[in-house]
């Protein structure tokens, strides 16, 4: 699947059942399909790409399994990775280079809300 530019993508927002914090889901404009998420906000820094929607989602196997309690009970998994009933805690979970990188986007979008408060200072 080509990836849809995000500006002709559907993007749509609503509670999280779980925690009823806001969710981000962003479709294809063709087949609705859900390509991304982000969580909390438009500005995350994780999003959260549908494996399903790579081109080759067998090289992207996945590390854990997240939010199992809603599960149906015909979804088996295997038993070497690790699966939670919620959430899990990435520190913890991810891989080392994962958790840098995360912490590299984290420092790009705080330096980026903090030239946008300066810029909205100057113009007031």
């Known amino acids: 699947m080509a990836a849809a ?8 927002c609503w509670p999280f ?7 981000w889901v962003v479709r294809c404009p063709a087949c609705q399909t859900a ?3 982000e969580h909390g906000t438009r500005k995350a820094v994780p999003r959260y790409v549908r494996v399903g929607t790579l081109d080759a989602p ?4 996945p590390q ?5 309690r809603s599960r149906q009970p015909w979804v088996l998994l295997p038993r070497e990775q690790p699966a939670y009933r919620a959430y899990h805690d990435a520190a913890k979970t991810w891989p080392a280079e994962s958790l ?3 912490e590299a986007a ?4 705080a330096a ?7 810029a909205a200072k100057g113009q007031a």
């Open 58 to 61: 067998h090289a992207l196997p």
């Open 106 to 109: 984290k420092a790009v979008r």
């Open 17 to 23: 059942r779980c925690s009823g914090n806001r969710h």
């Open 5 to 12: 530019p995000a500006a002709r993508c559907a993007t749509a």
């Open 100 to 102: 840098a990188r995360y």
């Open 64 to 68: 854990a399994h997240i939010f199992t």
């Open 112 to 118: 980026e809300a903090k030239a946008a408060r300066a």
């Open 35 to 37: 390509i991304w998420n």
